[in-house]
């Protein structure tokens, strides 16, 4: 009876190869994985460092608007006028006398 | 030698003074010779824009029953600066009140009468509210035609210049008397200020309390105007007891009690100080310091307590003043 004869030694190879493929595909599924993590923002590294690290607590500016208001009191009178009638003055240094009033007339 | 000329004399129902400085030309008349001719112009002007006189342009111009008017460039002018008025005071400060005015029993001068207790007419005053323009703004029915020399208005609206022609006087007096060196006109406390010296050397004007009279403020102006409204000189008693001034509110025609009894307001010129103090009056505390927030000025509320606002210095006595926030 004759032998069979021996063909290509796949197995092992085939094995070899697939075994790479596998481990190619299950890098790029990692990598994908945390690209997508970060993408939405969950930073493995941050997030484990900020884990480290304790919350800080939120600064709160509180602004305190203060209006002072301080009033002197006038006490009411009748108007109090200066009679004045038509001069007409002249001389040295400041030419007039009393600086100009405006006044309700 | 006389350098310097103080004129003080009464019109327009008011005290007038006139400051001038000396000329800045030779040939330019002497500083008294300058002020006697600015007096007749303004005893000139106060006869024809006078209300009161019969006799004047004003009131020809006003008893018209004409469309269209003929009138001079001085009376077109006071009209176009009430119209002006009207139009930056929204309506408050309004020329065409004169039926109004009337009614409430200023149909003739008060010169020289006796005014109420204003304390008195304060007790009696109904509430306090702001001003409210005239909803049917007949001033915007106005029309001066320059090219024409003429005035066109419906028949029977009547123009009363009040505080605006005192302004416009002062205002074109310091412009005829551009060449002197120093020139202040007091138009009964609508104050002009012109020639260089005022801006080498600021020009000092006390502000009158209402009141009491005392100086509350000085302001130093280096050109402009300043102006004050009030209620204490033109408050009288009406045969139903009840009180009235000459400060109408444009919507009901009747005096305006808005809490406060004087304004005093910087302008850039007196027309615009007087336009803006009787503003800020009739727009009542809460709105008269937006009035007066860009050149400044002073209010007096009812108590009396007076109240600086905006950027007039800090040279002052006896007032009120409105601290600055701190955050």
């Known amino acids: 009876m004759a032998e069979p004869s021996p063909g290509p030694a796949r197995g092992p190879a085939f094995g070899r190869l697939g075994a790479g493929w596998g481990a190619v595909l299950l890098f790029a599924f990692v990598v994908a994985l945390l690209a997508g993590r970060l993408a939405a923002g969950d930073d493995p590294g941050l997030l484990a460092r900020e884990a480290a690290v304790p919350p800080r607590p939120r600064r709160i500016l509180v602004r305190r608007f203060e209006i002072r208001r301080i009033v002197h009191h006038l006490p009411p009178s009748e108007p109090i006028r200066n009679a004045t009638s038509a001069t007409t003055s002249a001389g040295g240094g400041p030419e007039w006398s009393s600086p100009a009033v405006t006044r309700v007339s | 030698m006389r350098f310097a000329s103080d004129t003080t004399f009464r019109s327009m129902g008011s005290e007038i003074r006139l400051i001038v400085d000396a000329p800045l030309t030779a040939s ?15 005893e000139d002007c106060a006869r024809r824009l006078s209300r009161f006189r019969p006799e004047s342009e004003l009131s020809a111009f ?3 029953r004409l469309t269209e008017v003929q009138a001079s460039p001085l009376l077109r002018t006071m009209i176009s600066a009430g119209l002006w008025a009207a139009r930056i005071s929204g309506g408050l400060v309004d020329p065409t009140l004169v039926d109004q005015i009337e009614r409430v029993g200023y149909a003739k001068t008060r010169e020289g ?3 109420a207790s204003l304390k ?11 001003a409210q323009p005239d909803p049917h703004a007949r001033w915007r029915l106005v029309r001066v035609e320059g090219e024409r020399g003429t005035v066109r208005r419906p028949p029977g609206v009547r123009i009363d210049p009040g505080g605006i022609a005192k302004g416009l006087i002062a205002d074109t007096v310091v412009a005829r008397l551009g060449h002197y060196r120093r020139v202040v006109v007091d138009c009964g406390g609508d104050i002009a200020i012109g020639g260089v ?6 020009e000092a004007v006390e502000v009158e309390h209402p009141l009491t009279g005392e100086c509350v403020h000085t302001l130093r102006l280096s050109g402009g105007g300043v102006a004050t409204s009030g209620l ?3 408050v009288w008693r009406r ?9 109408l509110d444009p919507a009901t025609g009747e005096p305006a009690w808005t809490g406060l009894i004087g304004a005093t307001a910087v302008g850039r010129s007196a027309l615009e100080a007087e336009t803006r103090a009787k503003t800020a009056l009739l727009r009542g505390p809460s709105q008269a310091r937006a009035v007066l927030a860009e050149h400044g000025g002073l209010i007096v509320h009812d108590s009396g307590d007076v109240e600086l606002v905006g950027p007039i210095g800090d040279t002052r006595r006896g007032l009120a003043t409105i601290g600055r926030g701190v955050g």
């Not at chain 2, 330019?28 to 303004?42: F, G, I, M, T």
Request: no cysteine.
């Open chain 2, 62 to 64: 006003n008893a018209d």
């Open chain 2, 197 to 202: 010296a005022p801006q080498l050397e600021e």
């Open chain 2, 120 to 130: 008195d007419a304060l007790a009696a005053a109904p509430p306090r509210r702001p």
């Open chain 2, 28 to 42: 330019s008349p002497s500083a008294a010779e300058a002020a006697a001719r600015e007096q007749l112009y303004v």
């Open chain 2, 239 to 247: 045969q139903d007891g009840s009180y009235a001034h000459h400060l």
């Open chain 2, 113 to 115: 009468r006796v005014p």
């Open chain 2, 232 to 234: 204490n000189v033109n």
